[in-house]
């Protein structure tokens, strides 16, 4: 329990990081245009996902202790469900389902993390929704189960991006399970894609279980081989891969058919070897929130890179401009200057010889064209110069090594979108302060998210201890809203 505790309170306290720490600049400049913790702030995810009827919602009734989920022959639910724990039930009642909401509430409702899903429109809200449970299995975490991918014409009728859906959910997960049944492995391919796409390769071997399900139908053990060959020869056919991503091979002994006589027998011979892996699988669920931690730690630092980077650039664009206009106004001055003497001579050469006349017509005629210079030349020359480098925004920064060329990939198109829209209209002197502040505090969530990581991986379930302490000191430091210059010393004394 206290191992659970721990993990909870961790869990909440990198939110907070990320919510005070990161979000505020994150939105300011355009990183994001949610806030970063939007996705991550839920409780931990299991995300299953598979071909219709490869038995999805009978291997979550399964765990949840009940039938909570419709289940049936051919495509039976075409809804996306969160299943998550309701405290307020009563937790020695039966099993049931004791609330439901719709994915309208769902979607707008700020206290959970699907707000990035609006955007698929009315279709997908009404084929949206969460229920809540009183099954222990949920206690520390949701699960989602999806509608059975189709072949992918049919997937065009659905009224909603459906490989985006699934990205976007494999995003907030912190465990994807993708289910296959004995018949059908093909019709993966591109949900595959799209989690492979939206997933970090950083954390995509973690985060993904493959499960081959309904095992208990193959006649035999030979035909189970021969089942469990044709997925492994499927996945690294998707997978492009030549080594076999770990699959676990499983069944819902309460939805597979009482076999009698031959059958059973022959069932028999291979399926309880195979108990264990139902409950490995089991385990490694369970442990999503503790995963969900190392993605969280992972996401802090990849993010908190990025976002450096990305600030990095802002900063440098704003430098650049600030030499190229200071020598733009001292060609300017020169240029105006000359055009003084200019002016200055064909008085002379109109015979007005007065010192006065002479010296405030020049000077008239050179403010005259300073003013010319700054209002319409620079301008033209700036606005060259800011597409000049929305061209080639590689000249923001130096990608010096691997970590320096991932992070600047992953910013580039951002940089060039935000100075195309923006045009560095941003205070230098404000972005370099919040740099520096966003540096500092990185490197001290980082290590002291490290250290509290390994601190959970030495606790033990059944250590009992009081930790009412904040984990994160960083927490202790509050920023106002805005990063004022107050926020800044606050950070500076404290840290
Ligand atoms: N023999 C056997 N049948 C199963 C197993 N799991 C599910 N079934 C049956 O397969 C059918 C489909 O199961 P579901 O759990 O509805 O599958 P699903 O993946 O949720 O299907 P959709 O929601 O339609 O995509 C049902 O009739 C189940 O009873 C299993 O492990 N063994
Ligand atoms: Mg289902």
């Excluded at 390769?201 to 493959?210: G, H, K, L, P, S």
């Excluded at 499960?211 to 690294?236: A, P, Q």
Aim: aromatic share 10%; charged share 25%; with cysteine.
């Amino acid at each position: 329990m206290y191992r659970e505790n721990y993990i909870n309170v961790l869990r909440e306290e990198i939110v907070e990081t990320v919510a005070n720490h990161l979000s505020p600049a994150a939105v300011k400049y355009g990183y994001s245009e949610m806030p970063l913790e939007t996705n991550i702030k839920w409780r931990p995810m299991v995300l299953i996902i598979g071909n219709y009827s490869s038995g999805k919602s009978s291997l979550i009734n399964e765990f949840l202790g009940a039938d909570l989920q419709d289940t049936g022959q051919a495509p039976t639910d075409d809804s996306f469900t969160v299943l998550t724990y309701d405290e307020a039930a009563d937790e020695g009642e039966r099993i049931e389902v004791t609330e439901e909401r719709d994915g309208k509430v769902l979607l707008n409702d700020p206290e959970y993390p699907f707000s990035t899903l609006r955007k698929q429109g009315q279709r997908f809200a009404a084929h949206f929704r969460l229920k809540k449970s009183n099954s222990p299995f949920l206690k520390d975490l949701a699960i989602i189960d999806t509608p059975g991918m189709l072949d992918s014409v049919t997937e065009r009728d659905r009224g909603y991006d459906y490989q985006e859906v699934i990205g976007d959910l494999a995003q907030k997960a912190g465990l994807v399970l993708v289910l296959f049944d004995a018949h059908k492995a093909g019709t993966i391919r591109e949900a595959y894609k799209s989690i492979r796409e939206t997933l970090s390769a950083a954390t995509f071997e973690d985060r993904v279980i493959f499960v081959l399900n309904r095992i208990d139908e193959c006649s035999s053990f030979n035909d189970l081989l021969r089942v469990y060959g044709t997925l492994c020869w499927n996945l690294s056919q998707i997978t492009g891969r030549k080594d076999i991503p770990m699959i676990r091979l499983t069944y819902s002994p309460n939805a597979a058919p009482k076999a009698t006589g031959a059958a059973a027998y022959r069932k028999a011979e291979y399926l309880p070897l195979l108990e264990n892996q139902r409950e490995d699988l089991k385990r490694a669920i369970l442990d999503t929130p503790r995963r969900q931690l190392d993605h969280l730690a992972s996401f802090v630092e990849i993010q908190g890179e990025r976002m450096i980077h990305y600030m990095e650039a802002l900063s440098s664009f704003r430098e650049q401009r600030r030499k190229f206009r200071l020598k733009k106004i001292l060609t300017g001055t020169v240029a105006s200057l000359f055009f003084g003497g200019l002016a200055a001579l064909f008085i002379m050469m109109l015979g007005l010889l007065d010192p006065m006349l002479l010296g405030g017509g020049s000077g008239a005629a050179a403010v005259l064209f300073m003013l010319f210079w700054m209002t319409y030349i620079q301008k033209r020359q700036e606005a060259g110069f800011l597409q000049s480098v929305v061209a080639d925004v590689d000249t923001l920064t130096d990608v010096e090594d691997q970590t320096r060329k991932d992070s600047w990939d992953a910013v580039r198109e951002m940089v060039r979108k935000h100075l195309e829209k923006e045009k560095g209209g941003y205070s230098l002197f404000d972005l370099k302060r919040e740099l520096t502040a966003l540096r500092q505090t990185v490197e001290q969530a980082s290590q002291e998210i490290r250290e509290a990581m390994s601190e959970v991986a030495a606790l033990s379930d059944d250590e009992d201890a009081d930790f009412d302490i904040p984990i994160l000191s960083i927490n202790e430091i509050s920023r106002p809203v805005g990063l004022g210059e107050e926020y800044y010393q606050s950070f500076r004394y404290n840290v």
